[in-house]
């Protein structure tokens, strides 16, 4: 369904004068595949990096416009691209690890654009690192200026080279930017201007299990069976204490979720965080509350396939009406470790 939408959708003509974004889609495709270097990948690898060249402007039709000058714009289409591939890529039951580096790569495909232009250069190179391979990433990126028709072409595969030779110098082309520990990662990316050599002496005082998964996926399944003597800071609790809609107003729910986290913060004691945080935004919310109180915070993140999904959510006492799944699925961000300490995948 994603193909028809994306013929016919404008593209500025001083980046793009080879068309829409189908026939910018057909250039990239093709210039990947006359690539040598991505010939001789492994098997695994070309077919994920392919599949981020056909998806990496899905999102295009959905953030495309005119702006009062004329220029034709599509702001965010990165990022939406990243979620919305997540979201079909699922239910196609496209293995996960696969799926995941598919979504990375379309998340930051155009940073080896720009990146040697930017005063936060190392900064960004460790976090892309983190996410996904650098090498696959310059290849999508240099197919991706290949595939298009426009007057600063050399430019930007020069840039791309040079990405390339920066990440190379950074220790982060082909894996992820190393760090001292597990605390000094998390304090570099939560601190601007941070030497990433520093080694962070690790003031942590206790440990926030933050769980992370769509309505459905087991969460509670996990707490069950792992939490132990841990207390549970639950949102989907509270809701059914405060008798609060998972689709209506959540202010209470929150006021009263983080004055029980701030209680067991402020006794430096371990708990279990319940909820779905599904987004950067609001994972970071969270994280600065923990984090401020020195807590090491681990996400436990669930998935399960599809139609599992599916019938969990509509087995739950506590079923989520299926506009507020669709609407989740619409930001459906995972977490990465540029956000904490430590992400255990647990996959159904």
């Given at each position: 369904s994603w193909v028809p939408s994306l013929k016919g959708c404008p593209q500025d003509a001083i980046h793009h004068a080879e068309g829409d974004v189908w026939i910018h889609t057909r250039m990239v495709a093709e210039a990947m595949a006359a690539n040598p270097v991505w010939r001789a990948l492994p098997e695994a690898d070309r077919a994920l990096v392919y599949s981020a060249a056909l998806l990496h402007d899905i999102s295009k039709p959905d953030t495309t416009r005119t702006e009062p000058d004329g220029r034709i714009t599509a702001k965010g289409h990165s990022k939406k691209g990243e979620v919305a591939t997540r979201a079909l890529l699922w239910e196609l039951g496209v293995p996960f690890k696969v799926r995941e580096e598919i979504c990375g790569l379309i998340r930051f495909h155009q940073i080896p654009f720009f990146l040697i232009e930017r005063d936060d250069a190392q900064r960004v190179a460790a976090q892309v690192s983190q996410v996904v391979r650098c090498h696959l990433l310059g290849m999508l990126t240099d197919a991706d200026g290949r595939g298009r028709v426009c007057h600063d072409q050399d430019k930007l595969l020069t840039n791309i080279e040079l990405?390339?030779?920066?990440?190379?110098?950074?220790?982060?082309?082909?894996?992820?930017?190393?760090?001292?520990?597990?605390?000094?990662?998390?304090?570099?990316?939560?601190?601007?201007?941070?030497?990433?050599?520093?080694?962070?002496?690790?003031?942590?005082?206790?440990?926030?299990?933050?769980?992370?998964?769509?309505?459905?996926?087991?969460?509670?399944?996990?707490?069950?069976?792992?939490?132990?003597?841990?207390?549970?800071?639950?949102?989907?609790?509270?809701?059914?204490?405060?008798?609060?809609?998972?689709?209506?107003?959540?202010?209470?729910?929150?006021?009263?979720?983080?004055?029980?986290?701030?209680?067991?913060?402020?006794?430096?004691?371990?708990?279990?965080?319940?909820?779905?945080?599904?987004?950067?935004?609001?994972?970071?919310?969270?994280l600065n509350l923990f984090v401020a109180y020195k807590a090491r915070v681990r996400v436990v993140y669930v998935e399960v396939p599809f139609e599992k999904q599916q019938q969990q959510n509509r087995e739950r006492e506590a079923r989520v009406p299926d506009n507020v799944i669709r609407r989740m699925l619409s930001k459906w961000e995972l977490p990465d470790l540029t956000e904490v300490h430590q992400i255990d995948y647990i996959l159904g």
């Open positions: 990405f390339r030779a920066y990440c190379e110098e950074q220790g982060c082309l082909s894996t992820p930017r190393r760090f001292g520990n597990d605390h000094s990662r998390v304090q570099y990316f939560r601190t601007d201007g941070r030497d990433p050599d520093y080694v962070a002496f690790d003031d942590t005082t206790c440990e926030v299990v933050m769980m992370c998964g769509l309505p459905g996926s087991g969460k509670d399944t996990w707490i069950a069976r792992n939490k132990g003597d841990q207390p549970i800071v639950s949102l989907d609790d509270l809701r059914k204490d405060l008798d609060v809609e998972p689709g209506g107003p959540q202010g209470e729910v929150i006021q009263a979720a983080q004055e029980q986290c701030r209680e067991h913060l402020r006794a430096r004691r371990s708990f279990i965080f319940n909820a779905t945080n599904l987004t950067r935004e609001i994972r970071g919310l969270w």
